[in-house]
């Protein structure tokens, strides 16, 4: 509630502006821009693309570990049978949250280091072109893959790089109109 002579939410005019425009409507806008400018920033996009990440990694291990089973004939099945059923099915979902958050980690880093790493790059190079994604994908792959030496962390930037400049080159072709 404004009262007379005083301004109004947050140091914005009480009444119409000049172009007819609300002091709720100027709020709406400035609220906007700052979200939009909070999309633009890199370390937002990253944020966003591990989160993002992160639930997708979780649900693809979830599958992937729901898919894995141990027949009877392993060693490892032949234990479990002797075991009651429920503690076959606390071992299981013990080993399907393992597995899951695993993922969930793997996909979420993954996805922050390379969103983080193109964005910079988008705004180092002031391009929005298909090198970015394949830079990116370069730095990511060898990024993550490091920790297994030189040979490793070149397989790994030139594995991400051309799956980023696929993926990039099929996102950027235009539509067919059949």
Excluded: H
Aim: charged share 15%.
């Amino acid at each position: 509630m404004n009262f007379p002579g005083r301004s109004g939410f947050a140091g914005l005019p009480a009444g119409p502006s000049e172009d007819g425009a609300s002091a709720e409507q100027l709020q709406q806008q400035q609220i906007m821009k700052t979200m939009q400018a909070g999309m633009e920033s890199c370390v937002v996009k990253s944020v966003m693309a591990g989160g993002a990440g992160f639930v997708m990694g979780g649900m693809f291990g979830l599958f992937i570990s729901s898919m894995s089973y141990d027949t009877p004939l392993t060693p490892k099945g032949q234990e479990l049978a002797t075991l009651s059923t429920r503690e076959q099915l606390r071992r299981g979902f013990k080993d399907m949250g393992a597995k899951s958050y695993s993922s969930a980690k793997n996909f979420g880093r993954i996805g922050a280091i390379y969103a983080g790493t193109e964005c910079c790059i988008e705004g180092y190079r002031a391009k929005n072109d298909l090198a970015n994604g394949v830079i990116a994908g370069c730095l990511t792959g060898g990024a993550i893959s490091y920790k297994a030496g030189p040979q490793a962390a070149a397989v790994g930037c030139a594995g991400f790089a051309a799956f980023s400049l696929a993926i990039d080159y099929y996102m950027r072709m235009p539509e067919s109109e059949d």
